[in-house]
């Protein structure tokens, strides 16, 4: 599921320059508010999705939510495989997003549920190497096949987890908990570590359970649940977090990678270029799963933010300099290499750790995923400002928004500094004890 999710994120990047043609099935070339619309749609679906999911999730458990999600992704492959008007790209656009936001709204909740203290980070972060293998297929793929392909082979992805998912994925040990199903919680627990020694470790997921049930119990509606100082710090803390990672640029620059390479006049095609952009982040990512539980959370966040203004400014300034009509052939090879840059430090640090995070600080009772689909909501009406890329490129240029992401970028250490936990190695129930009285460590 996080393989479609992701490859749904990233369609615009071969797809959109098919839609600037003739040669596409709507034998017509897109206009800049049809180009907008095909890309912002998603977060709609993502927006609807991400407050629906959670309250499924609750209901049904989150393995046969992610299922049931799948239809959405389902009905997508097939639209553009048969879709011969803009309406019916909107429409699959949405569909996809639905699927999307279930992915971002529940996975990591169930990632963080099933994994242990130890291998928390590595298990969050593996997603994204999944991630980052689907995109890599669909760029690779991407420029050399028209969209009906594309849709066909990602089919494959969608139809392999909902036949598989349901057979071989077990439900949360967490969820059955919350349900007073303690001998599934407990089943679950051995089917995840493969063994039958779980005592120790099913007493912390019972533990921390009736603890945030006796909290509930205290607390009688919405208002006064908020008045919680662990709820407010951890929504707070990833809401936060989550604006930094859309105001550091990352999603026009996956979005529309092709299009800025494009502008940037390099003696590399621009789909090579995204390509070797995507294969640098999945390497990252494969180095920050050895470390993320070995270097402390806030350490590889400072890392990373640093890193990313180091990049952006370049980058943006390089098109300062080429709106301007200057002769930046010598510089030709300055875009690829920031933006090389650029994804080496934000698939370090801030990029994985914020989803990461949002399953390691809410609460594990019944506001978890409710949480988290505020949370992701909040993310998706921030990127859908983000989604009009195009649009502010073509009224200011690119280098404004790249400066505006740098100055954003530096601000993130700021906030890093004074207000997000070190959640490296503990458990749930210690992670609570600190947001509740205010330390980081």
């Known amino acids: 599921m996080t393989m479609t999710a992701a490859v749904g994120l990233a369609w615009t990047n071969p797809c959109l320059p098919k839609l600037k043609t003739t040669d596409n099935p709507l034998k017509r070339i897109l206009n800049p508010v049809?180009?907008?619309?095909?890309?912002?749609?998603?977060?709609?679906?993502?927006?609807?999705?991400?407050?629906?999911?959670?309250?499924?999730a609750d209901k049904i458990g989150k393995k046969l939510a992610l299922v049931i999600y799948g239809i959405p992704m389902l009905a997508t492959d097939v639209i553009f495989i048969f879709a011969t008007k803009i309406e019916f790209y909107y429409?699959?656009?949405?569909?996809?997003?639905?699927?999307v936001g279930c992915v971002w709204t529940v996975t990591p909740l169930y990632t963080a549920e099933i994994s242990?203290?130890?291998?928390?980070g590595f298990t969050s972060i593996f997603l994204l190497i999944l991630t980052n293998c689907a995109q890599l297929f669909l760029y690779a793929l991407g420029p050399y096949v028209s969209i009906p392909i594309i849709s066909m082979t990602t089919l494959v992805y969608t139809v392999g987890f909902m036949v598989l998912c349901p057979l071989f994925v077990p439900e949360s040990p967490y969820y059955y908990a919350i349900c007073k199903k303690p001998e599934k919680a407990e089943a679950s627990l051995k089917k995840l570590r493969r063994t039958d020694d779980?005592?120790?470790?099913?007493?912390?997921?019972?533990?921390s359970v009736e603890q945030s049930k006796v909290r509930k119990t205290h607390e009688e509606s919405w208002s006064q649940i908020f008045k919680s100082k662990a709820i407010i710090r951890s929504l707070g803390i990833v809401l936060t977090l989550l604006l930094f990672t859309q105001f550091t640029g990352n999603v026009p620059l996956t979005l529309f990678l092709q299009d800025i390479f494009n502008a940037s006049k390099s003696n590399l095609p621009s789909h090579i270029c995204v390509i070797i952009v995507t294969v640098v982040?999945?390497?990252?990512?494969?180095?920050v799963s050895k470390v993320v539980d070995l270097v402390n959370r806030r350490i590889l966040l400072y890392i990373s933010q640093i890193g990313t203004c180091f990049a952006l400014f370049p980058v943006g300034t390089y098109f300062f300099f080429l709106e301007r009509n200057y002769n930046m052939d010598a510089f030709f090879w300055l875009p690829v290499t920031c933006v090389v840059m650029y994804?080496?430090?934000?698939?370090?640090?801030?990029?994985?750790?914020v989803f990461v995070m949002a399953g390691e600080l809410f609460p594990t009772n019944h506001l978890r995923t409710y949480l988290s689909g505020i949370a992701f909501t909040f993310y998706i009406i921030v990127g859908y400002t983000m989604s009009w890329f195009p649009y502010i490129v073509h009224k200011f240029g690119i280098a404004t928004p790249l400066f505006i992401f740098t100055g954003i970028t530096l601000l993130s250490l700021i906030?890093?500094?004074?207000?997000?936990?070190?959640?490296r190695g503990k458990s749930f129930l210690e992670i609570q004890r600190m947001l509740e009285e205010g330390r980081l460590k």
């Open 198 to 207: 779980v005592k120790e470790e099913f007493a912390v997921v019972m533990q």
């Open 91 to 99: 429409v699959a656009r949405f569909c996809v997003g639905i699927g």
């Open 34 to 56: 049809e180009e907008s619309m095909v890309a912002s749609v998603l977060s709609l679906g993502i927006g609807f999705s991400t407050v629906t999911a959670g309250l499924v």
């Open 116 to 120: 242990t203290d130890e291998n928390r």
């Open 415 to 423: 906030f890093i500094y004074f207000c997000v936990p070190e959640t």
């Open 343 to 353: 994804n080496i430090f934000y698939n370090i640090g801030i990029g994985p750790l």
């Open 281 to 287: 982040q999945l390497i990252s990512l494969l180095c």
